[in-house]
C-alpha cells in the first residue's frame, strides 16, 4: 500500500522560510510523480509543485512566484519542498501526493498524505 508522511511545518515569521518533507513508501519515486499542495480553511486544494521521478522535470503553481524549489532524493524515496519568503497568505495546511501522470490537477492523484500545517504570522 502507497503511504506519504509529511513533516517540517511550524510556525515561522513572514519572509522566512521552512522545509517540508515528503517520506514515501509501497512504491518507487521512480515510477511517479510527487506533488505539493496547499488547503486553507474555506479555500480549494491547490497545487504548488510536482516533481517527474523517472527524469526530474518540475511543474510550478502560479502563486508560488518563485519562492518555493521542489526536489526529490530517490534513494532516500524522499520529496521536499523549499518554501523561502513566506508569507501570511501562505498559512495552510500542506499535503504531498502521489500521481501516475503530471501536472498540479487533484484529480490525478490518488494517494495523499496527512498534511502538515504551515503558519505565517505577520
Known amino acids: 500500500e502507497a503511504q506519504l508522511v509529511e513533516s517540517g511545518g511550524g510556525l515561522v515569521q513572514a519572509g522566512g522560510s521552512l522545509r517540508l518533507s515528503c517520506a514515501a513508501s509501497g512504491f518507487r519515486l521512480e515510477d511517479v510523480s510527487i506533488g505539493w499542495f496547499r488547503q486553507a480553511p474555506g479555500k480549494d486544494r491547490e497545487g504548488a509543485s510536482c516533481i517527474t521521478g523517472s527524469d526530474g522535470s518540475t511543474y510550478t503553481g502560479d502563486f508560488v512566484k518563485g519562492r518555493f524549489t521542489i526536489s526529490s532524493d530517490n534513494a532516500k524515496n524522499k520529496v521536499y519542498l523549499q518554501m523561502n519568503s513566506l508569507e501570511p497568505e501562505d498559512t495552510a495546511v500542506y499535503y504531498c501526493?502521489?500521481?501516475?501522470?503530471?501536472?498540479?490537477?487533484?484529480?490525478?492523484?490518488?494517494?495523499w498524505g496527512q498534511g502538515t500545517q504551515v503558519t505565517v504570522s505577520s
Open positions: 501526493a502521489k500521481s501516475n501522470w503530471y501536472g498540479l490537477d487533484p484529480g490525478d492523484y490518488d494517494y
